[in-house]
Structures are given as C-alpha cells and as structure tokens.
C-alpha cells in the first residue's frame, strides 16, 4: 500500500493515478473530501481516471456522486477524455449515464447532443467518437 501525503484532495488524485481503488474509496467515504475536487486545471479525478481507461475506478467514481459533466479548464469533459485516449468503454459508460439522467418524461424532457445520432440508428457511439471525433 502506498503512503500518500499533503492534502486529501492531492491524495484523490494520486490514489487515481496509482489506481488505488481501495485508498480512492478509503478517502470518498470518509466524508472529508469532494468527489469532484479539481486541480489547477480544473480537472477532476474522474476526468483522470477516464484519461486512464479504469473502467472500475469510472463506475466507482460515478456511484460516489461525481459529476461527469464538469469541464476542465479548456471545456473538456470525462467523455471528450475518455475519447481522446481511446477508452470506448468508458466512454459507454458515460453515455449511459447521461442517457439516464436525461430520460425523465417528456415533460421535463431537454434535447442533449447525444439524442440525435443515437435517434439515428449510431447505438455504437462511443466507437464512433473515439475513432473519428478526436483523431
């Protein structure tokens, strides 16, 4: 087990980086650090662990509460991380989860970018942005 110092939220990140599931959950649990700490770029852990293609550690992160529409300082999101290393299947996860919290009733129903392609028949959206959206 690697020892990690300085503050909880640098920590979260190097738990990240090491992809030390048990310390990640270790520090989320405690309550005494933000699932969606960000560092000087504004990058949150779950943008990193995309970037990394930790499948695990992206499920984890989401059911700990984070946000998988924050933006880094360049308007980059956990997708547009995912898409750029090549992780399609962190990318599914994350279209899957978008895709929920946006299938309320039609009432409270808001068009998402995603909405059209997948309308269209591109149910392999993931593949389709890694391949030809950040290349």
Known sequence: MLLY????E???FLSCAHQDLDRLKMLVTSGKVNVDSKNE????????ACALGDVLMVQTLIEFGANI????????S???FACSHGHAPVADILIQVRMKII???IKYMYYDKLH???ELGYNNLSTYLVRFAFS
């Open 69 to 76: 529409h924050k933006e880094d300082i360049n308007g980059w």
């Open 10 to 12: 640098f920590d979260l």
């Open 41 to 48: 770029n504004n990058e949150t852990v779950l943008m990193h």
């Open 116 to 118: 059209g392609p997948l």
């Open 103 to 105: 299938s309320f009733p």
């Open 78 to 80: 956990p997708l547009m």
């Open 5 to 8: 110092c300085c503050s909880r």
